[in-house]
């Protein structure tokens, strides 16, 4: 995989997607720093340089590298026609971040390249940012691409972003955000029977030892033999509505 | 009648088709007036609101519910009927006794025979002899059975 600092950079192409990615890679503040960064190679941004840089789609597709471009992401881009005076993204976009936030994710991401700079000073640069805010949020639930009402939120960002394979074609499983298996949050499953039988399966007895158990808990706590007993997963026994006691404290 | 003796309880409680148990109930039950009464040791013995030592010699998650006092054949007698378990019991509380119902009834207390009766094959019958009934009944106590059914 090619790396943004080995890129040349043509004005005019601005990589969100991937910066989003690598966003999502990151540590708390949101923001990872990936190989090669950090590693005192870089150069000083040019002189009058915005720092809203961008990542070529070229020269990332082809990996070549143009020798005058600067390694660092503090190129010029133009402001698209979207874009207002006041840095504000205008124009309606369906997934990502406005101008002004890609150009505020660069200036941290090209702020690593600052020694000086503290973990700590990282995280209150990037605690502001509403892209590393989007990705902290929950991811969405299911497959649904659509909108809500009044616009991209936040969590839908976040979903967008994450979701979306590496510019490389690279896909990152398990990274924050992506569709991986996790349990269902919000819903507790009781399981409780009246069943001896199906009790004693759910609690991991054979069928005579559970009744041999069954027995006792009767014996000890009074009950008469035709009392029906329920009994959660736990193994807790209840009777009337109230918990008598665990049948596992009668196992042999 | 067999008795048997050195079994572990596990081995015990898979083998077992049938036993009982004399217990009192009370939830003012004070377990060593009943220990002095019958003159022997209990096998269970627990004190309403407090947890218990079970069978397996554990302590209960929960507290008891009542007062209780009992002896078991469990460990004692081997017999798949029943007769053989109540004999042991009526013997080792030296049943019928005369002046067992008063006490029961000033002490707030209830006894009954309470009895294990495996029947998974679905072909087992208890029976209980009339002499031994009569004793038990005589005493104030009850005799339930506890049957476990074949499968439904």
Redesign the interface.
Not at chain 2, 58 to 62: H, Q
Not at chain 2, 144 to 148: G, K, N, T
């Given at each position: 995989m090619l790396l943004p600092e080995e890129s040349a950079a043509p004005p005019g192409h601005v990589l969100l997607g991937r910066y989003a990615e690598r966003s999502a890679q990151g540590g708390p503040s949101g923001l990872g720093r990936r190989r090669g960064l950090g590693d005192g190679q870089r150069r000083a941004p040019a002189p009058g340089a915005a720092a809203t840089g961008s990542a070529p789609t070229e020269s990332l597709t082809t990996h070549r590298r143009a020798s005058d471009a600067p390694r660092h992401f503090a190129t010029t881009v133009p402001r698209p026609s979207a874009v207002n005076s006041s840095g504000e993204d205008t124009a309606p976009r369906r997934w990502g971040p406005t101008y002004a936030d890609t150009s505020a994710t660069m200036g941290i991401w090209n702020s690593l390249s600052d020694p000086k700079l503290t973990l700590a000073g990282l995280k209150a640069a990037s605690a502001e940012n509403p892209i590393v805010k989007s990705l902290a949020q929950p991811r969405r639930t299911g497959g649904d691409d659509s909108i809500p009402a009044g616009g991209p939120s936040a969590p839908t960002q976040a979903t967008q972003l994450s979701s979306a394979p590496d510019v490389d074609g690279n896909d990152f499983p398990g990274r924050q955000g992506h569709d991986v298996a996790r349990p269902t949050e919000n819903i507790q499953l009781a399981a409780s029977t009246r069943n001896p039988?199906y009790a004693a399966r759910m609690l991991g007895y054979d069928?005579?030892?559970f009744?041999?158990m069954?027995?006792?808990l009767?014996?000890?706590?009074?009950l008469?033999?035709s009392d029906n007993l329920v009994f959660d997963d736990n193994g807790d026994v209840s009777f009337q509505g109230s918990?008598?006691?665990?049948i596992?404290?009668?196992?042999? | 009648m067999t008795l048997r003796h050195n079994a572990s309880?596990?081995q015990e409680?898979?083998q077992?088709l049938a036993y009982a148990?004399a217990?009192v109930?009370g939830d003012h039950l004070d377990p060593t007036v009943w220990t002095t009464y019958f003159g022997i040791e209990p096998d269970?013995s627990?004190v309403k609101g407090e947890r218990?030592k079970?069978?397996?010699g554990?302590?209960?998650?929960?507290p008891?519910?009542?007062g209780?006092w009992?002896c078991t054949s469990k460990a004692a007698i081997t017999e798949d009927n029943l007769d053989p378990h109540l004999k042991y019991l009526t013997l080792r509380l030296r049943l019928p006794r005369p002046d067992l119902p008063a006490l029961l009834v000033n002490c707030g207390a209830t006894m009954r025979f309470?009895c294990?009766w495996?029947n998974?094959t679905g072909d087992r019958v208890p029976v209980i002899d009339p002499t031994l009934r009569d004793a038990i009944e005589s005493s104030g106590a009850t005799i339930?059975?506890?049957?476990?059914p074949p499968?439904?």
């Open positions: 039988d069928r005579n030892t009744g041999d069954i027995h006792d009767k014996h000890f706590f009074k008469s033999p918990v008598l006691g665990n596992h404290d009668f196992a042999p | 309880p596990n409680r898979a077992r148990s217990t109930y269970i627990v218990f079970t069978p397996s554990r302590m209960s998650t929960y008891g519910r009542t209780v009992g309470f294990y495996s998974y339930e059975i506890d049957e476990y499968r439904q």
